[in-house]
DNA sequence: TAGATTGTTAATCGATTAACAATC
DNA sequence: TAGATTGTTAATCGATTAACAATC
């Protein structure tokens, strides 16, 4: 599968999300280009395109077959495989993500919570056991976890990051505010609030 | 100032960290488009154009002044400028977007927390002390406040966009995993951590 | 001065949109 | 069949990159 860009990747999703809230209630045989477009706000033509290049057949005068839509993105995207994680820095944001259940309908599973924090090591959060830092690289060597979720305060992050991937971890979602150095070959994803930020703020501006 | 794109907005919060971040230890008085670009991943010409079009000046053979990039990206941004906001629903990421002390940077000031669920009111968190969102409406439009965070569960996030919308809420910061109906003039920028998501299973994808 | 760096124009690249024959 | 919707090609639009004279 050639080189799916990454704003493919965000509109496949955003397709994916609607179409779940559209069989939500009562289940929904077929939908057409259109009807996506209108509600997401982009061109009918970019929908047929991306659906075409991920290997979807639309029917004329029907439109697409909802559920086969929605399969071949859950595969395209992975969701339909498995992914265990470590999640690292049970702060609050951890905590807020350790007790989220929505990750699972997307393939991700946290498995192991850590804090470098000896006096937090060993308390219960969301039913997972919180356990020491230290222990990490081999619980991640062991148990070959690709994944980790990083929300450590900013001071920790890279030391961590570090360690991880000497670990063997491939993948990082980091939710610090931190940019991280890492080897090439494993992969950063950076959930920066601040660009979030940036847009309202400039629209707020008088 | 036109219409800046989203993609500036982004990019300029981007100099804006890595200014920040250069700066952070020993002053530096001047910067190069060349030093950013590395750094940041994007094209010389790029950072000149941005910086042009805000009306920053650079000089031959010296670069930027760090400083007036700074300030200059602060004013088009508006941090410089303080924004009230209240946060609705208190949950384990409401608490910790409480808790977290890097809004203030960004002229983002959250001055009250509401919760629909009576047992939390009154509750301390991080210095706040919840309030019930049946006072939210005439909260809002006593102090005039133009922005609110949502960390709601799903099913309340519509109705009570609704309610602040109708209190004078004209941006919505949304942290909820549900799509959002605002009238036009109302701005949400929607947080979904699926994108993100995305990317990550989409890249460990075998 | 010589050389590094800018500002700006032109060229390229890619993404979005329009058009329309083919299809169910 | 008639009409709505697709798939695909062509046209447009905008963003990124290259080139280079001007500048400090």
């Not at 979807?56 to 969701?79: A, N, S, Y």
């Not at 309908?105 to 498995?111: A, E, K, S």
């Amino acid at each position: 599968m050639a080189r799916l860009r990454k704003l493919m990747l965000e509109r496949l999703m955003r397709y994916y999300q609607f179409l779940a809230e559209l069989t939500a209630g009562n289940p929904v045989s077929n939908v057409t280009s259109a009807q996506i477009a209108e509600v997401l706000d982009v061109d009918p033509t970019q929908v047929r395109k991306d659906f075409r290049s991920i290997g979807l057949m639309g029917m004329g005068r029907v439109g697409f077959d909802t559920c086969e839509v929605c399969r071949t993105i859950r595969i395209v995207l992975g969701f339909d495989l498995d992914y265990e994680a470590v999640l690292v820095g049970t702060g609050h944001l951890g905590t807020a993500m350790l007790a989220y259940s929505g990750f699972a309908r997307y393939g991700l599973r946290i498995v192991a919570a850590f804090d470098s924090d000896q006096d937090k090591v060993g308390e219960e959060i969301a039913g997972y056991s919180i356990k020491s830092t230290m222990l990490m690289k081999s619980y991640v060597e062991t148990s070959g976890i690709r994944l980790a979720v990083l929300t450590t305060p900013p001071g920790a992050s890279q030391e961590l990051t570090d360690r991880l991937v000497s670990a063997g971890v491939t993948a990082i979602w980091n939710f610090s505010p931190t940019r991280l150095t890492v080897p090439a070959g494993v992969f950063v994803r950076h959930e920066h609030i601040s660009v979030g930020l940036s847009e309202i703020s400039h629209h707020l501006k008088p």
